[in-house]
């Protein structure tokens, strides 16, 4: 999946996004966790190891736990209670 033009400002030259849009750039980092949500399978499960290895191929601020919570709340991704499964979330 190639990255939107709207977020070339946000790609290092390994093509990694390399900041996460701030919380006045909301239209910005909506489409960033979307583009990050893609790179998840539908119908498969994941640890919480294996999100963090898939987000971190896809960026360089090392943080994929806001990441994870950012997707979350965004209804990108579900997971369990105690947070042992991911999974992409379906949008009806």
């Known amino acids: ?8 400002g946000y790609i290092d ?3 990694k ?6 919380k006045r750039q909301k239209n910005k980092q909506t489409l960033m966790l979307e583009f990050l949500a893609n790179q998840f399978e539908l119908n498969k499960k994941y640890s919480e190891k294996e999100v963090n ?12 736990a806001t990441l994870r919570r950012l997707m979350f709340g965004k209804g990108l991704i ?3 209670l105690d947070g042992k499964e991911y999974w992409l979330e379906v949008k009806s």
Do not use: Y
């Not at 999946?1 to 070339?8: A, D, H, S």
């Not at 290895?53 to 994929?64: A, K, T, V």
């Open 78 to 80: 579900n997971r369990t």
């Open 1 to 8: 999946m190639e990255i939107p033009e709207m977020l070339k």
């Open 53 to 64: 290895e898939i987000l971190n191929q896809h960026h360089s601020f090392n943080d994929p």
């Open 17 to 22: 996004f390399n900041q996460l849009p701030g």
């Open 13 to 15: 030259e390994d093509r």
